[in-house]
T-cell receptor, first 112, second 114 residues
Framework: EAQVTQNPRYLITVTGKKLTVTCSQN?????MSWYRQDPGLGLRQIYY???????DKGDVPEGYKVSRKEKRNFPLILESPSPNQTSLYFC???????????FGNGTRLTVT | AQSVTQLDSQVPVFEEAPVELRCNYS??????LFWYVQYPNQGLQLLLK??????LVESINGFEAEFNKSQTSFHLRKPSVHISDTAEYFC????????????FGTGTKLQVIP
């Protein structure tokens, strides 16, 4: 089954404790991206990747890092999480940057 | 630069009644347009898309949207809603040509009342 898999689905952590949210897709998509969803703000792009080893900032990249060492994986790293990063995070992929996005089921992160 | 406006944050509607969810966009280039649906505790799923050709596009579950270039709109309609249509709907725009990031609206929660 074609899908984007994120883990974990739920994560509660404390300020400053480094964490990684994993994202994997099995569709051989070149384009991958991360979004955060906050009430009243819709989805805002954090980082995106056009291909392996090619990443760039989205609208709200501060406090986040990404890497794209393999085509299928695109982890999101929070080196020192803060409470304002409490949000619902989505990973997405597509054949190309103008193509419809396939989303994972989301990761709900709470930083206390 | 591009932007998407979904003025209605919530739309309550009775079951079997028609519904329209509004979406307006602005862009300095030609656009691709999308509607995504998000059911509770799930990721977004593509509902329908306009890339080119006919300005009226339809989904498999009875929704349709019409691209209106002069009014820069892409409103979503359904003639008769079901309880199962209760979800949040997001309009998205993507510029044509080169890399143009997709921009999402703030979403409209459709609540179907039995």
């Amino acid at each position: 089954e074609a899908q984007v898999t994120q883990n974990p689905r739920y994560l509660i952590t404390v300020t400053g404790k480094k964490l990684t949210v994993t994202c994997s897709q099995n569709m051989n998509h070149e384009y991958m991206s991360w979004y955060r969803q906050d009430p009243g703000l819709g989805l805002r792009q954090i980082y995106y990747s056009m291909n392996v080893e090619v990443t760039d900032k989205g609208d709200v990249p501060e406090g986040y890092k990404v890497s794209r060492k393999e085509k299928r994986n695109f982890p999101l790293i929070l080196e020192s999480p803060s409470p304002n990063q409490t949000s619902l995070y989505f990973c997405a992929s597509s054949v190309g940057y103008n193509s419809p996005l396939h989303f994972g089921n989301g990761t709900r992160l709470t930083v206390t | 630069a591009q932007s998407v406006t979904q003025l209605d944050s919530q739309v309550p509607v009775f079951e079997e009644a028609p519904v329209e969810l509004r979406c307006n966009y602005s862009s300095s280039v030609s656009v691709y347009l999308f509607w995504y649906v998000q059911y509770p505790n799930q990721g977004l799923q593509l509902l329908l898309k306009y890339l080119s050709g006919s300005t009226l596009v339809e989904s498999i579950n009875g929704f349709e949207a019409e691209f209106n270039k002069s009014q820069t709109s892409f409103h979503l309609r359904k003639p008769s809603v079901h309880i199962s249509d209760t979800a949040e709907y997001f309009c998205a725009v993507n510029g044509v040509g080169g890399y143009q990031k997709v921009t999402f609206g703030t979403g409209t929660k459709l609540q179907v009342i039995p």
